[in-house]
């Protein structure tokens, strides 16, 4: 969220109440949901480029890949935590990678030659797998594993450089070392991990 605001500027002058609040209130009403506030802080703005591509195919289709994120692939990391067995972490592992081939193939498609997904600036499906990308390095550390490569997504990888160098994201993704504390004190506690 902080990032967001970071990169559109908040329309209402509001940044810390924003950057506090989940769920953001506005008028009296709430907006739920990280995907929601990120397209209602696009919309509410009444200045430069949208986070979402002006053409509605591309809009649908930033749309299908940020559900597919939050819905199929972010899941994966619940079902890594939970599960006891190393066959049956292997083949998760294997699941979040098939995921990240198809996030390079929809980079290529999406951002048409150019450096984020969004084009030439960083937009809505930047923002929606950008910010699970510190989650990503973590369990890529925990389990002594490199799932982002040059290899096997060269284009995602070097969108996740481009990404975390943005001046928006640098300072507000959290470190992987301080993630990583975080996944072993909740695997301590016998909590299921948030974001992973």
Same mark, same amino acid.
């Given at each position: 969220?902080?990032?967001?605001? !970071?990169?559109? &500027?908040?329309?209402?002058?509001? =940044?810390?109440?924003?950057?506090?609040?989940?769920?953001?209130?506005?008028?009296? $009403?709430?907006?739920?949901?990280?995907?929601?506030?990120?397209?209602?802080?696009?919309?509410?703005?009444?200045?430069?480029?949208?986070?979402?591509?002006?053409?509605?195919?591309?809009?649908?289709?930033?749309?299908?890949?940020?559900?597919?994120? #939050?819905?199929?692939?972010?899941?994966?990391?619940?079902?890594?935590?939970? =599960?006891? +067995?190393?066959?049956?972490?292997?083949?998760?592992?294997?699941?979040?990678?098939?995921?990240?081939?198809? *996030?390079?193939?929809? *980079?290529?498609?999406?951002?048409?030659?150019?450096?984020? *997904?969004? &084009? #030439?600036?960083?937009?809505?499906?930047?923002?929606?797998? &950008?910010?699970?990308?510190?989650?990503?390095?973590? +369990?890529?550390?925990?389990?002594?594993? !490199?799932?982002?490569?040059?290899?096997? =997504?060269?284009?995602?990888?070097?969108?996740?450089?481009? /990404?975390?160098?943005?001046?928006? /994201? !640098?300072?507000?993704?959290?470190? =992987? $070392?301080?993630?990583?504390?975080? #996944? !072993?004190?909740?695997?301590?506690? &016998?909590?299921?991990?948030?974001?992973?």
């Amino acid at each position: 969220m902080a990032s967001c605001v !970071k990169l559109l &500027g908040n329309p209402h002058d509001k =940044t810390e109440r924003l950057l506090k609040a989940n769920p953001v209130f506005h008028d009296g $009403q709430s907006i739920c949901e990280s995907l929601i506030i990120v397209q209602y802080i696009d919309d509410a703005r009444n200045n430069g480029p949208s986070l979402l591509p002006s053409d509605p195919h591309d809009r649908a289709l930033a749309r299908f890949w940020a559900a597919y994120i #939050d819905d199929k692939w972010i899941p994966l990391y619940k079902e890594l935590k939970e =599960t006891s +067995t190393e066959e049956a972490r292997k083949e998760i592992i294997e699941r979040i990678c098939e995921g990240l081939i198809l *996030f390079d193939e929809a *980079f290529v498609r999406c951002s048409k030659g150019k450096p984020f *997904f969004g &084009g #030439d600036n960083i937009g809505y499906l930047d923002i929606a797998l &950008g910010s699970y990308m510190g989650w990503l390095k973590a +369990t890529e550390e925990i389990n002594g594993r !490199k799932f982002l490569d040059q290899h096997a =997504t060269p284009s995602l990888a070097q969108w996740a450089e481009k /990404f975390y160098s943005h001046d928006a /994201f !640098k300072e507000v993704v959290p470190k =992987t $070392q301080k993630l990583v504390e975080i #996944d !072993k004190m909740v695997q301590g506690s &016998g909590k299921p991990a948030s974001g992973c």
